[in-house]
């Protein structure tokens, strides 16, 4: 990530460096030569990390000042993004920067979050303990009743700034934005805003509101939905705690309301402010550290309604997360604040110590997991990050699957959002042995309702009443370059049926038929992966329905390998694909 130009660089430096006092310009100057020099991993922590330091130890203030300075020399991002940025992320950064060392395992782990310049480093054991061992077999049978359906909605990501008519092409990461026709000076506009959305843009309430309100339209008659997270939009430079607050509110009011029906929510990486900020309750008891509580306090009341008292108890005092046994079922949905084990939740680099369980979040799935166990329950495990994805940390990703795979004959599905594509994970009792016997749990990936990474979507499951597998995965969407979808509206149409789409191959490939019974567990989805691996128009199709169509990347040779190995890995450890971009903005 050195600048483009050094020699732009070297000029800039000077004209910038003049106007400093003396003492700060040798920091801001030994920044720089940083940036510079930071290559790779070691460099990182030879040559990036003491001068960040030594700036963190002369106060949150003064860092935030440097680091926007250094943001804007280095032209990392706009002027208002620079400083929008680091006068919120600041002072997480620098908290973090005093607390550890740079030649430690917290040091890398900050390298590769924060500037993508180191790999995770190598998982640090640990055993989570179980009350009890595992019983063996599942009692779980279907005797072939019709299913149910079930609604998950995610990473609607509602801009309440979205201006119909202000320009989709900006040089931010999102547009959308700005109030042009008031403006004295008249601005071209390349690309209007519509009044359904725009593929540079986050959500516009229009559409948020055409997504609750299809089901009533298309007849789709589910038990209960699911919200898998990020509900706030994503111009994280200007966000803020109340627009926080009152974004998520109006969310819940509105999904309460035009939805009609029970929902499981779940809490995203940016429904904090700043975005992805959820320090650990340790840390929280210093003054200086913004608490993510109000976020549980506001999810704790507008959820309530939802969810009940006891896991509104629960949302307030465990982190965001809770646990409900569904009225009329035998299934014990349990949602996690997946934040805790995310990487780019800087508050977690604060301490040399490696903490395995922040806010005991673990220990509250393998109650809730042992509960469901001694209660003859199936269990679902619904949260924003799926575990196998680069940017979930590879020790919590570690202790996380060991607990997948002590309570694999409970847990029936898990549910996550946060990548925007339609996708999926599967974990496995031998990673080292990836077969369709050792598959074991699978993650469902649903599509987001922001149109930037495709087009906006929804799923919904069929679901086996004895079992609680997922028999289908059928995706709606509505198409964003339809032309009537900005004049009258998105038209939310099924895109396809997983069963009827993927069922024939895999049964193709392994000479069975899928019998109607017959879940898409992990086995179903582990073979699909090896008709991926062998059947590249098979393949080709997946890579188009990920993002319903709407922004189809090319896929192949070294690609494919990586994206089979992706959906092989709900362990992170595991995945061959890492994040490697800056990732403060
Ligand atoms: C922080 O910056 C202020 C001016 O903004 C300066 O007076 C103070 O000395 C700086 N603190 C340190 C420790 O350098
Ligand atoms: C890190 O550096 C300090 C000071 O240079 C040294 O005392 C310590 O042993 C080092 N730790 C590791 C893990 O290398
Ligand atoms: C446009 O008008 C609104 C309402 O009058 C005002 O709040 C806003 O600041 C104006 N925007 C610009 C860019 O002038
Ligand atoms: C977007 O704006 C830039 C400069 O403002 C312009 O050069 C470019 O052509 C525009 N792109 C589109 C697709 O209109
Ligand atoms: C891999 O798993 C399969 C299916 O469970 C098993 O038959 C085989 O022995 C395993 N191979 C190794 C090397 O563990
Ligand atoms: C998935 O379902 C098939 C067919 O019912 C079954 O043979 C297989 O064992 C199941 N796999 C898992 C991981 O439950
Ligand atoms: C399926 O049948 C075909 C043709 O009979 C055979 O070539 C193939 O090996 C079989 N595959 C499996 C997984 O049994
Ligand atoms: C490969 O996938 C395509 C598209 O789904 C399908 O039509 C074709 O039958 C598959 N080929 C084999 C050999 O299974
Ligand atoms: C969306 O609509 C456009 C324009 O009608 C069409 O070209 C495109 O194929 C459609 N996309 C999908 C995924 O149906």
Same mark, same amino acid.
């Not at 990487?343 to 301490?351: A, F, G, S, V």
């Given at each position: 990530m050195g600048p483009s130009s050094s020699k732009f660089f070297s000029l800039l430096l000077l004209s910038i460096v003049i106007v400093l006092d003396t003492c700060r310009a040798d920091l801001f100057t030994d920044i720089i030569t940083g940036f510079e020099g930071a290559t790779d991993c070691s460099s990182c922590q030879s040559v990036l990390l003491p001068p960040l330091q030594t700036l963190a130890n002369q106060g949150d203030a003064n860092f935030t000042v440097t680091m926007t300075e250094v943001c804007e020399a280095l032209q990392l991002a706009d002027v208002e993004v620079c400083s929008g940025t680091f006068s919120r992320t600041g002072l997480i950064l620098s908290h973090g920067l005093r607390g550890?060392?740079?030649?430690?395992t917290t040091a890398v782990k900050f390298c590769n979050a924060v500037f993508g310049l180191c790999q995770q480093p190598p998982v640090t054991p640990f055993h989570v303990s179980f009350p009890k061992p595992a019983p063996s077999g599942t009692k779980f049978i279907s005797r072939g009743r019709p299913p149910f359906q079930v609604l998950h909605i995610s990473d609607v990501h509602i801009d309440r700034f979205y201006t119909v008519g202000a320009d989709g092409n900006c040089s931010e990461s999102i547009c959308c934005r700005d109030p042009v026709s008031n403006m004295s000076v008249p601005v071209a506009v390349s690309d209007p805003a519509g009044p359904f959305g725009n593929t540079n843009c986050d959500s516009p309430v229009s559409l948020s509101r055409s997504l609750l309100g299809a089901m009533n339209v298309i007849g789709i008659d589910a038990k209960f939905s699911i919200f898998t997270g990020d509900?706030?939009?994503?111009a994280t430079w200007s966000v803020d705690r109340s627009e926080v607050m009152s974004d998520l509110v109006d969310w819940n009011e509105e999904m309460t309301k035009l939805l009609d029906m029970p929902i499981y929510p779940a809490l995203g990486n940016h429904d904090s402010a700043p975005v992805n900020s959820f320090p650990r309750k340790i840390s929280a008891t210093n003054p200086n550290i913004t608490s993510a509580q109000f976020v549980f306090d506001t999810q704790s009341a507008g959820w309530e309604g939802l969810i009940g008292q006891v896991a509104a108890n629960q949302v307030e005092h465990d982190s965001g997360s809770y646990s409900v046994v569904h009225p009329g079922t035998n299934l014990r949905i349990i949602s996690m604040n997946t934040q805790y084990w995310y990487?780019?939740?800087?508050? #977690?680099?604060?301490?040399d110590e490696q903490i395995p369980d922040p806010n005991g979040l673990f220990a509250f799935l393998v109650y809730q997991l042992q509960e469901a166990e001694e209660e003859g329950q199936r269990a679902w495990i619904i949260g924003?990050?799926?575990?196998?994805? @680069?940017?979930?940390?590879h020790d919590q990703s570690n202790y996380y699957d060991q607990i997948i795979q002590r309570y694999k004959n409970t847990i029936s599905a898990q549910f996550a959002g946060?990548?925007?594509?339609d996708e999926f994970q599967i974990a496995y009792s031998d990673y080292n042995n990836q077969t369709a016997k050792t598959a074991d749990s699978v993650i469902f990936v649903g599509p987001a309702l922001t149109p930037q990474s495709g087009n906006p979507a929804f799923k919904l499951y069929d679901i086996?009443?004895?079992?609680?597998?997922?028999?289908d995965a059928k995706v709606f969407m509505a198409n964003?370059?339809?032309?009537?979808f900005q004049t009258s509206g998105p038209t939310w149409e099924l895109y396809y049926s997983a069963r009827d789409s993927y069922g024939p191959l895999v049964s193709a490939f392994t000479n069975t038929t899928l019998s109607p @019974?017959?879940? #898409?567990?992990a086995s179903f989805w582990h073979v699909l992966t090896e008709v991926f691996a062998s059947n590249g128009t098979a393949f080709q199709e997946w890579n188009t329905r990920k993002s319903r169509g709407g922004s189809v990347g090319s896929c192949t040779g070294s690609c494919v390998t990586n994206s089979v190995c992706d959906m092989r890995a @709900?362990?992170?450890?595991?995945?061959?694909v890492s994040s490697h971009f800056l990732c403060v903005f």
């Open positions: 550890f060392s740079p030649n430690g509900v706030v939009e994503r990487i780019q939740n800087y508050w #977690l680099y604060d301490t924003h990050i799926p575990s196998g994805k @680069a940017d979930f940390p946060h990548s925007h594509v086996d009443p004895d079992t609680y597998e997922v028999l964003i370059t339809d032309p009537t @019974a017959d879940p #898409l567990n @709900a362990r992170s450890e595991n995945n061959c």
